[in-house]
């Protein structure tokens, strides 16, 4: 991914020296009640991504540009906003 950013950029005569990446992803867990308390685990939360809904935790990952090694991993529910973990993701 990084080195189309940098091919676009650089078309434009831009460079990029330093700087994060950040992606979430989903991480399904079942959304059964069909367990010994009767309950859903109440740290997990559905969301709709494009047309179909998810039950579960987003992990919010931060990777170096330059490098491409993973600096932090945040999980939240996976109803949070992509956005909202950015600033604890950058460096």
Do not use: C
């Not at 992803?25 to 709709?48: F, V, W, Y």
């Amino acid at each position: 991914m990084l080195a189309l950013v940098n091919e676009i950029l650089s078309g434009k005569g831009l460079m990029l020296k330093a700087g994060s990446v950040v992606d979430a992803t989903l991480i399904s867990a079942p959304n059964s009640t069909k367990n010994a308390t009767g309950t859903r685990d109440p740290e997990m939360h559905q969301t709709k991504k494009g047309n179909q809904w998810y039950f579960g935790m987003k992990a919010h990952i931060g990777v170096d540009a330059e490098s491409g090694l993973v600096h932090t991993v945040v999980g939240t529910a996976a109803n949070a906003q992509d956005i909202s973990n950015r600033p604890t993701l950058t460096v």
